[in-house]
């Protein structure tokens, strides 16, 4: 049974996307753009997740940039939806990347990846879904990430914190779609944009979810999908994810977690320039050069897992 305190975020949430819409170096992404948008809302889905569209700024003018939209968008907002209250969380150095709007009945989170910044796929305009126009009375349209990024964003997601919401959202996708080549390259992109080590993706280590499953999960959904059925899902997800990779794909990721990746492996263009993906390449080159038996360390745990 659908809970009615997520029925009024989802209400408000309907409330504040033409606002949000109105900025075009924004896109939507995650479980609002998979619900509410691609799908007929197997799910209801309570957060505004958005990407900066851009992967050419430089980090200090995308935080500017970023902090601008948001400060219109909260004007826009208030002045059309009152009572309403808005709290401001801020990334450091005076940015803010992240809006909690609250009514009496209501909470949404407005939220903007700092640094997964950029697309490899053009985005596209999309309405909100027949369904949750029908049962919402209300209508919204906006700019949504490309198919690809996506899924391969919520894959990445699904395997790193495993919650019930990512994995329901997955079970869908397999039992539609599936694990396409272009989601795949899409959880690539993300893969190598994640501050996990890769083998902790590709393989994680199974959590305990019971208890989000009972608290952050049931009520979102009007079908039944059981904690068993969570389980079932994130295996198949697991073994999708591992089955999808090529050799090439494989010897790209061994290369990259070297430190010295064969861009050409892949076939996408300008990878190399994506501000997380230097990002991590950094990351991984600083440690391999201070501390090399931890570096060889992490490079061993992927190769096992690869060539398993």
Known sequence: ?????????????????????????????????INLFIRDMPRLSVDID??????????????????????????????????????????GQGQDVKLNCQTPTAQVKIEVNTTTRGILFPERMMPISDAVQNEFKKFAAMKVVSHAELYGGKICAALDRQHPRDIFDIHYLLKNEGFSNDIKQGFLFFLLSHARPMHELINPKRQAQKQAFENQFSGMTAESFTYENY?????????????????????????????????????????????????????????AK????????????LEDILVA
Request: aromatic letters at 6%; hydrophobic letters at 40%.
């Open 290 to 301: 201070s501390n090399k038996s931890k570096h060889a360390d992490l490079l061993k745990r």
């Open 231 to 287: 389980e079932s899902v994130r295996e198949q997800l697991i073994i999708e994810v591992n089955k999808a990779l090529t050799e090439d794909d494989k010897q790209f990721l061994l290369t990259f977690k070297n430190g010295e990746p064969d861009w050409q492996l892949l076939k996408l263009d300008n990878l190399q320039y994506y501000p997380a993906i230097q990002w991590k390449l950094q990351n991984i080159q600083t440690l």
């Open 50 to 91: 958005l990407t900066y569209l851009s992967w050419q700024d430089d980090r200090a003018t995308a935080l500017q940039n970023i902090t601008a939209a948001l400060d219109r968008i909260e004007e826009r907002i208030k002045r059309s939806i009152r009572p309403f209250s808005v709290t401001r969380v801020p990334v």
């Open 1 to 33: 049974m659908i809970r009615p305190e997520y029925r009024a975020q989802v209400d408000l949430l309907l409330s504040i996307l033409p606002h949000v819409a109105k900025e075009d170096s924004l896109a939507l992404k995650g479980g609002t753009a």
